[in-house]
Every structure is written in C-alpha cells, then in structure tokens.
C-alpha cells in the first residue's frame, strides 16, 4: 500500500467514523503531523477525495467535508436499485460454474458473518453490508457496471453515515437480514423475490434518513 493509499483510507475511516465531520476545515500540514507523512501524498489524497465529491477544496484555507443534500442521497440510492436489480435479474437465465462457486462464497460469507458479529462493531457492519452489495453485483461478470456500482457504493457509505451522526451523533447500526433472504431466493431461482427484497435493502437507510427529517 501506498503512502497516499495509506493517508486516503485513513482519511476516509475518519469522515464515516465521525472524527472529522461535516463543516470541519482540514489542512495539509495537520493532516501531515497527524499521519507523519510529507504533504506529496497527503495532497494526493485529498485531491481523490475531492474528485469524489466527498471533499471540497477552500483556496488558502484548506479542505472542508461537504455538506450533502437529502437529494444526492436519494439519487445515489435509486441509481443502486436500478444497476444492482438489473445486475441480478442477469443472473435469472442461468449461471456458469465459475459464477455458482462465486455465489457460494457469497453465501457463505453471508451467513459466517451473521454468526460471528460484534454487535459494538457497526463500521464492521457496514463494511460487511456493503462488500456483499459489490460481491452480488460482481455474479454478473459486468466490469463496467461493476466500476460504477463499486463508486456509489462508496459514496453512499460516507454520505450516510454522515447523515446518522448528524441525527444521532453516532453511527448506527445496518443490518444483514434481507442478505440470505435475498441469496436464499436466488438459490430457489425466486428472481422475483430476490430482486424486491435487494431493492428494500439498498432503500433502508434512506428511509431512516426520511424519517429523520420527519422528526
């Protein structure tokens, strides 16, 4: 891993995890002290997080969180359903061998951490939820959705919690429930099922968010 990948993946643990929060300025040279590195690879990292959207750029003061809309919350969320449905309704007309021991690791996987949980552990939670988003999406083998998947995925995990904090001043904690609902229908061939069950899984934090907004 690289000094920059090193500096992005801490940065990025802090945003989600609360420790810098929205509003909040950062700086090159606090962000050196605190990861003790040279300013190169911090600002390569914080220019990534720019280009993401997940940062923004104050010229002579420094990086800032941005603050971000119920709108673009909503938008990233739908744009999931949309690719991760059609992605497994690809799946409907049969799997190769190589993707039928890929869903077996899914499944496995599923129900492993399902066992070993820690319930204190909620960024493991949504580390856990949003690796099997990805693993399902990958069954069918489509590089280019998978890359774009991949991004709002990212995205959405940030944006979100943000929006917890924000509400609660913690992260809460999202559960697995509907992950061998959905695996268990699309072993039963119950594309139906599995595609509406993966729709109201992707949809679940935006209605914690709509309901926050309510309160």
Known sequence: ???RDKVYQNLYRDITDGLISQGEIITENDLGS???VSK????EALGQLCREGILQSLPRLGYQVRTISL???ADIIETRVDLEVSGLRRLEAGMS???RKAFDTLWNSAFTFSEERNAKDISGDWANNYSF???LYALNRNECGYAIVDSLIHKSSLYISQYYLAAWGEKRPITDALHKEILGA???GDFDTACKKLALDIRKPKQDIIKMHEM
């Not at 190169?40 to 600002?43: D, E, N």
């Open 40 to 43: 190169a690879p911090v600002r």
């Open 133 to 135: 988003h990805r693993g």
């Open 1 to 3: 891993m690289t000094l």
């Open 186 to 188: 699309v072993r039963t």
């Open 34 to 36: 605190r990861f003790s």
């Open 97 to 99: 061998d190589e993707q």
């Open 71 to 73: 709108k673009e919350i």
